[in-house]
């Protein structure tokens, strides 16, 4: 699943050709309107494809930006604004090309579901190759409550005492640190990639109950997290599997991981061991982390 660092470089490429254009037509693949014809779940949530395109087509996309896993298209028609939400899921991403042909990835080529025709002739387009992303159409953030709820972007100056006070919540205080900085609501942005490599530079077993932490710890670990967020930018994302920039070519992180899906440990050369966490995959050092 793209995270932080990978939706990053993707809002990055594209922003520079599509703010400030016009979105004149909006089309769906097939298995979008199939989907919707027949009340299954589509990447497009909770609007009608018709109302849809009502409310995109025309609107000039007036800034991008992203928050969290999200990238966020505020669009507006004279007084009418809206905002476009998505999420790239699983193996989701955009791409600004003059056809879709274009698009390099052959199974991002093939998956697309949506097509965002823009004034100056070029195609915003919206690839899932999984479909666990998702698009949304609102008037306001308050008519999708959960993005409201996400932590401050980790980057900012009140992140860090914003994840301090998490661990005076109750829910949090006998869950393993992992799950609990997988929680968008007390850090925004870190997935199961960064969250492994965090832990390990932070000398924390994944499995650790939060209340085991000392003040030192954990704030030790919050600094690593955000360090590996910004490596992860740096080095363009983790490209492991399906992830892309905008362009198509690859991002190079996976190149500097030490735990994630690695067999051996690159600093006391022990086998690296996996655990389920939260239903996710953890990868750590039972030797270097305690």
């Known amino acids: 699943m793209p ?3 990978e939706v990053e470089h993707v809002k990055r490429g594209i922003e520079p050709y599509v703010k400030n ?14 989907g919707k014809n027949n009340h299954r779940e589509t990447i497009i949530k909770e609007i009608e494809l018709d109302t849809f395109k009502s409310l995109t087509e025309g609107y000039v996309i007036k800034d991008v930006f992203r928050r969290s896993k999200y990238i966020i298209f505020y669009i507006d028609k004279g007084n009418d604004q809206r ?23 052959v199974n991002y080529r093939k998956h697309w579901q949506v097509i965002f025709e823009l004034e100056n002739n070029q195609k915003l387009i919206y690839s899932d190759i999984r479909r666990f992303g998702e698009i949304r159409n609102v008037a306001a953030f308050e008519s999708y409550p ?20 998490c661990f005076n919540i109750r829910k949090y205080v006998n869950k393993p640190i ?14 199961n990639i960064y969250a492994c490599e965090a832990l390990f530079r932070a000398g924390i ?31 363009g994302g983790t490209s492991i599997s399906n992830y892309r920039h905008a362009d198509g070519k690859a991002g190079e992180m996976q190149l500097h991981l030490n735990v994630y899906k690695q067999k051996i440990c690159k600093v006391c050369g022990h086998e690296i061991e996996t655990k389920v966490i939260a239903s996710r995959n953890s990868h750590f050092c039972p030797i270097c982390q305690k």
């Open 178 to 191: 992992k799950q609990v900085i997988l929680d968008h609501r007390v850090i925004a942005g870190a997935g």
């Open 146 to 165: 959960s993005i409201l709820e996400i932590a401050p972007e980790p980057f900012d100056e009140e992140a860090f005492s914003h994840y301090l006070s």
């Open 205 to 235: 077993r994944p499995d650790r109950n939060t209340h085991t932490l000392s003040n030192q710890e954990k704030e030790m670990l919050f600094y690593y997290v955000r360090e590996v967020l910004e490596e992860g930018i740096k080095y």
């Open 3 to 5: 995270e932080l660092p």
């Open 21 to 34: 254009e016009k979105i004149k037509k909006v089309a769906f693949a097939n298995n979008v309107i199939e």
């Open 83 to 105: 905002i476009l939400i998505s999420h790239l899921g699983m193996a989701g991403g955009f791409f600004v090309v003059n056809q879709l042909e274009d698009i390099d990835v």
